[in-house]
């Protein structure tokens, strides 16, 4: 063979196992996790997340040699996730599964009704699973008793385990979780609180979405926005949706939309209008506002000129939208 076509089929085979071998594993390593403090010297793991950087499991403690469930990460080492409410003396919390994140954590703990299946997250620590089904989402699990989670799905969305029926025999479960949305803080015609609506308006609804901690509005996907079955109207013909400025002056980029009236569907006993919508990483998210149906006075003029007092100067091609919609549109009793 000759050195040239040697040295490519190295270059070759050297970058494809580059490529293929898995994270962390061109070098190999050992470590021990070691133990909550407090109690024994004694821990068992049990789970770990899919790039091997959070590992969940459960170790002697302060509060209990039965054990406590623990979450150790590569930069913050073993830390104790507590348990239920239950008797200090019997205090026991185990863990069998962790989303591929490592962020959410199921098990079993001693609780007050003996033990239950248990959710873990950093947002929300330690909650009984089934408490939280029939709070977070309006479940109704009357008569059951969810004992112990025996796993979850790489999302996080899906848990599985066991637990006594509403007829007293042991029977397996599967609980669904909807994908997590981000409520977003949203203004109908910015500037005024009435949000006074007119349903047989041809004109134009501003909505602002304001950023801020949670929220980059950057990162919003347009085409996925939708205000009462409509989506949001460009600006002018420059083909572009909405306008991003900081609106309330929190120094944190917002965005201005425009809904035209034609295209929505509002029910005439609404009281408030919720926008849809979600991030380009695919999180949905939602904010609501009220709203307050009016009756057409016929005139269709300026009546709504309070929309153009508003505490930030509109660029040339959003003050004629403004105007369109305050000529043709937008109404807003003055008390
Ligand atoms: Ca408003
Ligand atoms: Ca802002």
Redesign the pocket.
């Known amino acids: 063979m000759k050195p040239t076509i040697a040295l490519v089929l190295f270059g070759f085979v050297f970058i494809t196992l580059t490529f293929i071998s898995p994270a962390g594993a061109s070098v190999p390593g050992f470590t021990g996790l070691g133990s909550l403090p407090g109690g024994d010297f004694n821990s068992i793991a049990k789970g770990v997340s899919a790039d091997g950087s959070t590992v969940v499991g459960w170790s002697s403690s302060a509060l209990g040699w039965r054990g406590e469930a623990f979450r150790w990460t590569s930069g913050g080492g073993m830390v104790g996730l507590g348990g239920l409410a239950g008797e200090d003396f019997r205090f026991r919390s185990s863990v069998e599964g962790v989303s591929a994140d490592g962020s959410t954590v199921v098990g079993q703990s001693i609780s007050a009704t003996g033990h239950e299946a248990y959710i873990w997250d950093a947002a929300n620590g330690m909650q009984s699973l089934k408490d939280m089904l029939e709070s977070n989402y309006g479940l109704d699990l009357t008569g059951w008793w969810l004992k112990e989670a025996h796993g979850i799905s790489d999302d996080g969305l899906t848990i599985v385990g066991y637990g006594c029926n509403p007829s007293g025999y042991d029977e397996a479960w599967i609980a669904t979780l909807p994908e997590p949305s981000l409520e977003v803080v949203i203004?109908?015609?910015?500037?005024?609180?009435?949000?006074a609506i007119n349903l047989k308006s041809k004109g134009i609804l501003p909505v602002?979405i304001f950023g801020d901690d949670d929220l980059d509005v950057s990162e919003i996907d347009l085409a996925t926005l939708e205000l009462a079955g409509a989506g949001p109207a460009e600006r002018g013909n420059s083909g572009k949706i909405g306008v991003f400025k900081d609106i309330n002056g929190d120094s944190i980029l917002d965005l201005l939309l425009y809904f035209d009236m034609e295209d929505m569907i509002i029910d005439e006993d609404a009281t408030e209008l919720t926008l849809l919508g979600m991030l380009n990483d695919g999180m949905e998210l939602a904010g609501s506002?009220s709203i307050r149906i009016v009756p057409s006075n016929g005139k269709g003029g300026l009546a709504d000129l309070g929309l153009l007092e508003q505490p930030y100067i509109p660029e040339p091609a959003t003050l004629s939208l403004l105007g369109f919609g305050a000529i043709f549109a937008l109404r807003r009793k003055r008390s």
Not at 188 to 195: L, Q, R, S, Y
């Open positions: 203004d109908i015609k910015p500037g005024g609180d009435v949000n602002a506002d």
